[in-house]
């Protein structure tokens, strides 16, 4: 399924191709493109960000990025795809070149 992946250590946005598993997608694909264990997913817009669950609670340099109609800053990389009416991962509604220009990357220095 096509996604579109939010790289904050090479600060690039590019699609991607995540492995379908069963109506959905393979959960643990998603999170292995994240870098993560956990995730949780926000609303922007009609797409769907999933981003690491604990990525708030990181410390040292963390890359990041905002991305317009999130009002927060996201701390690490994430994947967007988007949902039908059941529920179900669908491929976003969002182009890559749209992406681009919603993102601002950042570095920051968090301390514990």
Known sequence: MRAIKINTEEQTVTEIDLPQQGDGIDISELAKEIGCTYFECVRVGDDDIYIDD????????????????????IIGSAIILSHDFNGESREPHATVDQIRGDVEFRQLSISE
């Open 54 to 73: 604990i990525g708030r609670y990181r410390t040292g340099e963390q890359g990041a990025f905002s991305i317009t109609g999130y009002p927060e800053i």
